[in-house]
């Protein structure tokens, strides 16, 4: 994806991720919650990162939602 095209947005569980950029400026995906909440950006430099990027944000989107993960007892 090139910085000069249009971001590619997508929704996931209410909240909109919108992915721009390109390697090897880098890649951006923002998460927009619903109801205007503060948004958040995560950002790297991988030449395929943008995979990376967005499961990362799937899973942001998840732990707001349903909290952490149960630690169990080693």
């Not at 929704?11 to 948004?39: D, F, K």
């Not at 995560?42 to 909290?67: C, F, M, S, Y």
Request: proline share 11%; aromatic share 4%; glycine share 8%.
């Amino acid at each position: 994806m090139d910085r000069r095209t249009s971001p590619r947005s997508s929704l996931y569980r209410a909240h909109r991720l919108v992915a721009r950029g390109a390697a090897p400026q880098g890649w951006i995906v923002s998460i927009h919650p619903p109801g205007g909440q503060p948004r958040a950006v995560l950002r790297n430099t991988v030449p395929a990162g943008l995979a990376i990027l967005i499961e990362e944000a799937k899973h942001q989107v998840d732990r707001r939602l349903d909290g952490p993960e149960w630690q169990r007892e080693p």
